[in-house]
């Protein structure tokens, strides 16, 4: 089993920053990827952005692009989302993920970016 744990959500003015973490624990030595999700209210979930665990290429939903960076710590099994340039419609509860053998997933923070 793997378990996920994030933080660093928040409330931010809209232009703002906010930095999520998401630190992993349990069995991660078959780690693919890790990455994030989010879900606005009334709407589906979403990718954000994604990070190959060993190699460390990166992916990005194009709604994030420039203003997002995914990055990892390795030896700590654990991977970060900074957000810059923050805007209302990136209001959302972020869900880290992690990809081995089996999908896992947080249990999310919310992220409220106000006009």
């Known amino acids: 089993q793997v378990q996920l744990v994030e933080s660093g959500g928040g409330l931010v003015q809209a232009g703002g920053s906010l930095r999520l973490s998401c630190a992993a624990s349990?069995?991660?030595?078959?780690?693919?990827?890790m990455g994030w999700y989010r879900q606005a209210p009334g709407k589906e979930r979403e990718f954000v952005a994604t990070?190959?665990?060993?190699?460390?290429?990166?992916d990005y939903a194009d709604s994030v692009k420039g203003r997002f960076t995914i990055s990892r710590e390795y030896a700590k099994n654990t991977v970060f989302l900074q957000m810059n340039s923050l805007k209302p419609e990136d209001t959302a509860i972020y869900y880290c993920?992690?990809?081995?053998?089996?999908?896992?997933w947080g249990q999310g923070t919310q992220v409220t970016v106000s006009t």
């Open positions: 993920t992690l990809s081995s053998t089996n999908s896992y």
């Open positions: 349990g069995r991660t030595f078959s780690v693919y990827s």
């Open positions: 990070i190959n665990w060993r190699g460390g290429s990166t």
